[in-house]
């Protein structure tokens, strides 16, 4: 019966002590990402088991198994490590496996789901947004938008959303040709007022036009990143939602392109050059899009 009761104890103690994660593995990712992120190519073992708050004798460990494996490399001379040449492997591998459309698509259907509108992926290709991923919610109203259909580059709330992440050489070039669609008609074009749009969607996250594109239609728009922080395209939401909503739908367009730009391998503290975007107003809209 002794026997059997310290049986018992023993099992609930392996039980209990059980983690989701592993520590060591927690921490070798932990120095990959630290040798990957810092300005110097290579960083000393005080250096990193300084960044990364773990004892010397445990990060050499690590870092040797790494080695072994060629995810890090150790210069003999100056005692320095950096990241090894199967990294590159592993990436080329990832980077030839991602299809954007596969990885947005599952984001699209939450937004439209949650917002009864339409729900779009724009992919950049020279002058003009190409769709190439497309969701509607259960509205009664459809848009007739088309897998393939070109936008140009300039147009409405895509056009600010997009322009406004640009490079400010590439921005200012556009910003100076003379015929653009922020508002339909280049006609129609108010350059401070643009200016101070391209603003705010830097520090919100997200562009919008209320109407103005095609009257009755409001939409909001938000960039999208991949790998080195690469703009790629944008999301957009449209619909016959009301004015009031444009500030809600649109941090939460903003919040979801964030999450799909992780997701294509992006920094996620790089993607925004204002302040982070809020979640605050659309917090429940997230938890309500069921993602993985």
Known sequence: ????????????????????????????????????????????????CREVAIHKS???????????????????????YSLGPELLSLARHFLDHLRYPEVVSPFLQSLATATNGTALFGLIDGEHVIVVGKHEGS??????????????????????????????????????????YF??????????????????CRESGFAQDIGEITPGVNVVSAPLFAH????IG?????GTFSESKIREYGSAVANLARQVSIKLGAEAEHLYQGKRVSEQGNRSFIQSSTIH
């Open 228 to 231: 080195r922080d690469k703009l």
């Open 58 to 80: 445990k990060g050499f460990s690590i870092l040797n198994t790494c080695a072994k494996f060629r995810l890090v490399e150790k210069d003999p001379h100056t005692k320095t």
């Open 1 to 48: 019966m002794k026997h059997t009761v310290e049986k018992v104890k023993k099992a609930n103690k392996k039980v209990l002590s059980y983690h989701s994660t592993v520590p060591a593995v927690e921490q070798a990712c932990r120095i990959l990402l630290c040798l990957s992120k810092n300005s110097n190519h290579k960083l000393g073992l005080t250096e990193i």
């Open 183 to 200: 508002y339909r008609e280049p006609s129609h074009l108010q350059l401070d007022r643009l200016r101070e749009e391209l603003k705010q």
């Open 234 to 238: 944008c999301l957009i939401l449209m």
């Open 139 to 180: 509205h009664n109203i459809g848009f007739t938008v088309k897998l393939g259909h070109r936008f140009h580059i300039t147009l409405g709330a895509h056009g600010k959303s997009i322009v406004a992440f640009m490079p400010e050489t590439e921005r200012e070039k556009i910003l100076s040709k003379k015929k653009t």
